[in-house]
T-cell receptor, first 116, second 115 residues
Framework: EAQVTQNPRYLITVTGKKLTVTCSQN?????MSWYRQDPGLGLRQIYY???????DKGDVPEGYKVSRKEKRNFPLILESPSPNQTSLYFC???????????????FGPGTRLLVL | AQSVTQPDIHITVSEGASLELRCNYS??????LFWYVQSPGQGLQLLLK??????LVQGIKGFEAEFKRSQSSFNLRKPSVHWSDAAEYFC?????????????FGTGTRLLVSP
């Protein structure tokens, strides 16, 4: 089954304690991204990756890091979490079409993070 | 930069009644447009998408959307709402200004279905 998986699904942590949220896709997609969802703001892109070892900042990258060492995995790292990073996080992947169009983005189930 | 506006934060519809959720986008060329649904506690599920061609697109669960270039709109419709349609709905457009072609989302519309 084609899917994007995220772990953990729920996480409670304290300010300053480093954490990693994993993301994996089994569709061989080149493009992957992380979004955060906050009430009244919709989803905003944090970071994205166009291929292995190619990553770049999205709209709200402060306080986050990512890596793309393998095509299927795209972990999100919070080196020193703060309460304003309490949010619902989604990983997504997609493949650009041959004509340069946009493939459909597939989303993971989400990770709900609470930073105390 | 591209943007998406969903002017209705909440909408309440009676079960069996018709539904229309509004979405307006800003983009100069032909946009790539999507509607996603998020049920409570769930992830995002793609309802339908528009890339080109027929301006009326059919999606899953009986939803359809119409692309109107003159109005910069991509409204979502359903002729008869079911209680299971209660969810949050997001319209999104692809930002083609970057090589990544990221999605720009609206702020969402929460649909409530009354008996």
């Amino acid at each position: 089954e084609a899917q994007v998986t995220q772990n953990p699904r729920y996480l409670i942590t304290v300010t300053g304690k480093k954490l990693t949220v994993t993301c994996s896709q089994n569709m061989n997609h080149e493009y992957m991204s992380w979004y955060r969802q906050d009430p009244g703001l919709g989803l905003r892109q944090i970071y994205y990756s166009m291929n292995v070892e190619v990553t770049d900042k999205g709209d709200v990258p402060e306080g986050y890091k990512v890596s793309r060492k393998e095509k299927r995995n795209f972990p999100l790292i919070l080196e020193s979490p703060s309460p304003n990073q309490t949010s619902l996080y989604f990983c997504a992947s997609h493949q650009a079409t041959e004509r340069g169009g946009h493939g459909t983005q597939y989303f993971g189930p989400g990770t709900r993070l609470l930073v105390l | 930069a591209q943007s998406v506006t969903q002017p209705d934060i909440h909408i309440t519809v009676s079960e069996g009644a018709s539904l229309e959720l509004r979405c307006n986008y800003s983009y100069g060329a032909t946009p790539y447009l999507f509607w996603y649904v998020q049920s409570p506690g769930q992830g995002l599920q793609l309802l339908l998408k528009y890339f080109s061609g027929d301006t009326l697109v059919q999606g899953i669960k009986g939803f359809e959307a119409e692309f109107k270039r003159s109005q910069s709109s991509f409204n979502l419709r359903k002729p008869s709402v079911h209680w299971s349609d209660a969810a949050e709905y997001f319209c999104a457009v692809v930002d083609m200004n970057t090589g990544f072609q990221k999605l720009v989302f609206g702020t969402g519309t929460r649909l409530l279905v009354s008996p």
